[in-house]
């Protein structure tokens, strides 16, 4: 498994942007499909964007389509969010997940087996 810590998170007005960032360590990170999830306070943890190994194709929840871009740079092992146009809806904790099985398309967080500790969004409306 991989280490990963998330760093980004903060207060920002609706229509604002964030970018969340992920570290990872221990493993080869390139070998590695990346996700962010979130999980807002009285809800279930969802999905949120993923990003495949090799050619990094992505996916996105419906809810952020368009708004949010997930990147990899292999050569950093870091893996980020870009927010824009955020809502209120939006506000969360955001968790970094890593996957390293051979489904290309899973997108279903018990697949994931290392999470990071999450960092806090919070949309002010």
């Known amino acids: 498994q991989v280490q990963l810590v998330e760093s980004g998170g903060g207060l920002v007005q609706a229509g604002g942007s964030l970018r969340l960032s992920c570290v990872a360590s221990g493993r080869t990170f390139s070998n590695y499909a990346m996700a962010w999830f979130r999980q807002a306070p009285g809800k279930e943890r969802e999905f949120v964007a993923k990003?495949?190994?090799?050619?990094?194709?992505?996916f996105y929840a419906d809810s952020v389509k368009g708004r949010f871009t997930i990147s990899r740079d292999d050569a950093k092992n870091t893996v980020h969010l870009q927010m824009n146009s955020l809502k209120a809806e939006d506000t969360a904790v955001y968790y970094c997940?890593?996957?390293?099985?051979?489904?290309?398309?899973?997108?279903?967080?018990?697949?994931?087996?290392?999470w990071g500790q999450g960092t806090q969004v919070t949309v002010s409306s």
């Open positions: 997940a890593a996957y390293s099985g051979s489904d290309y398309y899973t997108t279903d967080m018990t697949s994931f087996g290392s």
């Open positions: 990003i495949n190994w090799g050619r990094g194709r992505t």
